[in-house]
């Protein structure tokens, strides 16, 4: 709220269940002179709660969204407000971000992910592909919000925004890689757990919704492959599931027998590090290199472990089960090795049914083994945040 910039106004839009929450909020906005709304209805996740203040309202050009954890430089109204006087086909600018205030070893390990992840690859998808709204530490034009009829009542509000805003107003989204805004990475793995089945949900509901939108649309070619390739990323699981079944029950059914020679993990692992090489480059000469490895094995561990996750969020949604907005935990607390096993027993119970049926119908555990042991390590993914880092 400490801007160099007058004409503004602070409104905190709050969803709280909990009567504590509520209670901090009000002491705060009493405190600093902040309005605070609140609605009957949760309807429409995010979305609805920000369509539910901005409706009626004309009495602004332009608003900021913002998390409860962002932290936004003294600038960022004067140095945004300067793109839009740039570009009048803009209508969204996002800014870029950085991981801040990481109090334990989970995020302390893998926030580093985030600050390589904005200054590269959100620059790629704004010069060459199609680069949306990100849901927060962005500046947005009243034109632009009204010329997309508001923000969809979907998961995925922020993607399914741009797209509104584009095809129905031809708004851009801007990055600016000059405003640095901090953000925390999630507080522990089951936040992280949380977080990533919301974000499974958000992309098939997209895909069912906006598929054929997009298709149809007059977005050039790469911004329609770039928005694929995004939003497939995560329910491919379900592909790729469909190829574990065939190849460890349906072959062996059939008497077809599959060999599975230990060369065959070489390309598998290459692959599975592809999507870290930005990483490994961005941070080559910048930490220290076992930092550096650590990072990685984490990484791998991690969303090699969001598997079963994956799996589960695409199969509910195909067969028709609603896409539900999941807040991402903001508190963590210590957890036992027991409360580790308990909280991540269907992980382990994936992992080693699968082994089974894999040693029963091959003879060995090698075509499942990169989806097991991350599964199997959920439990000390789980532990890392007990770890305090002092800053």
């Given at each position: 709220m400490q801007q160099d910039y007058e004409n503004f106004e602070t409104v905190i839009l709050d969803d709280s269940k909990l009567e504590s929450y509520k209670q901090q909020i009000d002491e705060f906005a009493k405190k600093y002179n902040v309005s605070v709304i609140r609605r009957d209805d949760r309807n429409g996740f995010k979305a609805g709660n920000i369509n539910n203040y901005l409706k009626n309202k004309n009495d602004y050009d332009y608003f900021v969204l913002l998390d409860s954890d962002e932290i936004i430089p003294s600038n960022f109204i004067k140095k945004s407000l300067a793109y839009f006087e740039k570009n009048r086909n803009l209508g969204i600018l996002q800014a870029t971000h950085v991981a801040s205030r990481n109090r334990n070893l989970f995020m302390d390990t893998l926030a580093i992910g985030v600050d390589s992840h904005w200054p590269v690859y959100q620059n790629v998808k704004h010069r060459y592909g199609f680069l949306s709204l990100l849901?927060?530490?962005?500046?947005?034009?009243?034109?632009?919000?009204?010329?997309?009829?508001?923000?969809?009542?979907?998961?995925?509000?922020?993607?399914?925004?741009?797209?509104?805003?584009?095809?129905?107003?031809?708004?851009?989204?801007?990055?600016a890689d000059d405003i640095v805004c901090q953000e925390e990475y999630p507080v522990d793995y089951l936040a992280f757990k949380k977080r990533h089945s919301k974000w499974t949900q958000g992309n098939m509901e997209f895909i069912k919704r906006y598929t054929p939108i997009i298709l149809k649309s007059k977005l050039k070619w790469q911004e329609k492959l770039d928005i694929i390739l995004f939003t497939y990323n995560l329910p491919l699981t379900a592909v790729f599931a469909f190829y574990i079944v065939m190849n460890l029950i349906l072959f062996p059914l059939l008497h077809y027998k599959l060999e599975y020679p230990a060369w065959l993990l070489i390309p598998?692992?290459?692959?599975?590090?592809?999507?870290?090489?930005?990483?490994?480059?961005?941070?080559?000469?910048?930490?220290?290199?076992?930092?550096?490895?650590?990072?990685?094995?984490?990484?791998?561990?991690?969303?090699?472990?969001?598997?079963?996750?994956?799996?589960?969020?695409?199969?509910?949604?195909?067969?028709?089960?609603?896409?539900?907005?999941?807040?991402?935990?903001?508190?963590?607390?210590?957890?036992?090795?027991?409360?580790?096993?308990?909280?991540?027993?269907?992980?382990?119970?994936?992992a080693c049914t699968l082994m089974m049926i894999s040693f029963l119908t091959s003879g060995n555990i090698l075509p499942v083994i990169l989806i097991v042991i991350p599964s199997l390590f959920s439990p000390v993914l789980t532990l890392y945040s007990n770890y305090r880092v002092k800053k």
């Open positions: 849901g927060h530490g962005a500046m947005i034009s009243k034109d632009c919000y009204q010329a997309a009829g508001g923000f969809p009542h979907v998961v995925a509000e922020d993607l399914c925004f741009s797209i509104e805003s584009r095809i129905n107003g031809n708004y851009h989204v801007g990055f598998t692992f290459i692959f599975l590090l592809a999507p870290m090489s930005n990483d490994i480059i961005f941070y080559s000469r910048k930490i220290n290199i076992f930092q550096l490895i650590f990072y990685l094995f984490t990484s791998f561990m991690l969303f090699g472990s969001m598997f079963y996750v994956s799996l589960v969020s695409s199969f509910k949604s195909i067969f028709g089960k609603k896409a539900v907005f999941l807040v991402t935990p903001k508190d963590t607390r210590k957890i036992t090795a027991l409360e580790a096993l308990k909280l991540n027993y269907k992980e382990i119970i994936f």
